[in-house]
């Protein structure tokens, strides 16, 4: 069993960008038509000040964080899991060159199933170069024993 012991655990605190190049490439990739996310001009004639992060960028990003133990501290076997659930609360729009502030802890840890699956809820922080709240990712880790 995963120890409870380890809820309010920061587990990641790094700083991060995206080029412009990425954001593209990112757009594109997952169908993105608005031209915003692909175009600078389109991007500042919208409003904004250069290429905004498209939807579900900041999961892309928070990947990119330095490598980590926890999941082995925890007991997590790598085999043994999947991506269980992800959500995003957006506070304001980060763009291309933005440095991002990720700062992930531990929020829970349940299990069910009597204890055939366990629970790890992660939640993640993201603020940009002035300390404004960008937004804030949720998700679960779904570790199953036996």
């Known amino acids: 069993m995963i120890d409870k012991k380890h809820i309010g655990r920061v ?4 700083h991060t960008s ?3 190049s990425q954001l593209r490439f990112f757009a594109k990739a997952t169908g993105q038509t608005d031209p915003v996310y ?16 498209p ?3 900041l999961f892309s990003l ?5 490598p980590s133990t926890w999941r082995q501290e925890l007991g997590i076997r790598p085999d043994r899991i999947l991506h269980g659930e992800q959500s995003f609360d957006y ?5 291309a060159g933005d440095t991002l502030h990720f700062k992930t802890t531990i929020t829970d840890i349940y299990d069910k199933k009597g ?3 366990e629970f790890v809820v992660r939640e993640t922080r993201v603020a940009n170069q002035d300390g404004e709240h960008v937004a ?3 998700s679960v880790l779904v570790h199953r024993n036996g």
Request: aromatic residues 8%.
């Open 62 to 66: 928070e990947l990119t964080q330095p």
């Open 115 to 117: 204890g055939a699956l």
């Open 11 to 14: 587990i990641a605190d790094f």
């Open 38 to 53: 692909i175009d600078e001009a389109a991007a500042r004639d919208a409003g904004h000040p250069g290429l905004p992060l």
């Open 18 to 20: 995206a080029p412009a």
């Open 91 to 95: 506070h304001r729009m980060a763009y």
């Open 136 to 138: 804030d990712l949720r």
């Open 55 to 57: 939807p579900t960028f």
